[in-house]
T-cell receptor, first 118, second 112 residues
Framework: GAVVSQHPSRVICKSGTSVKIECRSL??????MFWYRQFPKQSLMLMAT?????????EQGVEKDKFLINHASLTLSTLTVTSAHPEDSSFYIC??????????????FGSGTRLTVV | GESVGLHLPTLSVQEGDNSIINCAYS??????FIWYKQESGKGPQFIID?????DKRQGQRVTVLLNKTVKHLSLQIAATQPGDSAVYFC???????????FGTGTRLTIIP
């Protein structure tokens, strides 16, 4: 149980285009989802927290107009990188909070999306 | 805000030996701690967690120790196997919120 599916796993896009990454909770309802970015050989850095039906809360230094987050349903959150540039190339990971689970307070991670902007 | 650090960025251990990975955190009010394993190109995988009302918790081949006095967390892996080679992160839940702050990570390499 508690599976989070993230797609695509890899994407290459041209500079200036937009890319959408999906994060789905497959067997539970996730009222809260988190989006992280991870550069090579570095840790996960929280970008934003999305709550179903409301606006996302962005961490300091993260441009909300560049990284659009939509959490329109209890099982789906999307991250859209708009007008992507090579410096946006990174590994993006989502996490969903499952309030039904007792173990590990229900933080389940997706498998990540490797974004390469050329 | 919370800051989390690890003492060693890399660790090499002979297969079959035990390994210990350390983590320090800054906020004494933190109440929930998690260890994750991350393999190359994958998302973090839950290993074990501990709440602040405990100082030790054991799983299968893994033990987490929490020392709140010095704000230190460790992960012990017993009888290491090649499949244990990965990057290990500690994560600390924010006080009054649900955010997880991740440590810098330790790359564990198991030598056959």
């Amino acid at each position: 149980g508690a599976v989070v599916s993230q797609h695509p796993s890899r994407v290459i896009c041209k500079s200036g285009t937009s890319v959408k990454i999906e994060c789905r909770s497959l067997d539970f309802q996730a009222t809260t989802m988190f989006w992280y970015r991870q550069f090579p050989k570095q840790s996960l850095m929280l970008m934003a927290t999305s709550n179903e039906g409301s606006k996302a809360t962005y961490e300091q230094g993260v441009e909300k107009d560049k990284f659009l987050i939509n959490h329109a349903s209890l099982t789906l959150s999307t991250l859209t990188v708009t007008s992507a540039h090579p410096e946006d190339s990174s590994f993006y990971i989502c996490s969903a909070r499952n309030y039904d689970r007792v173990a590990n307070y229900g933080y389940t991670f997706g498998s990540g999306t490797r974004l390469t902007v050329v | 805000g919370e800051s989390v650090g690890l003492h060693l960025p890399t660790l090499s251990v002979q297969e079959g030996d035990n390994s210990i990975i350390n983590c320090a955190y800054s906020n004494s009010a933190s109440d929930y701690f998690i260890w994750y394993k991350q393999e190359s190109g994958k998302g973090p995988q839950f290993i074990i967690d501990i709440r602040s009302n405990m100082d030790k918790r054991q799983g299968q081949r893994v033990t987490v120790l929490l020392n709140k006095t010095v704000k230190h967390l460790s992960l012990q892996i017993a009888a290491t196997q090649p499949g244990d080679s990965a990057v290990y992160f500690c994560a600390v839940r924010g006080v009054g919120n649900e955010k997880l702050t991740f440590g810098t990570g330790t790359r564990l390499t198991i030598i056959p």
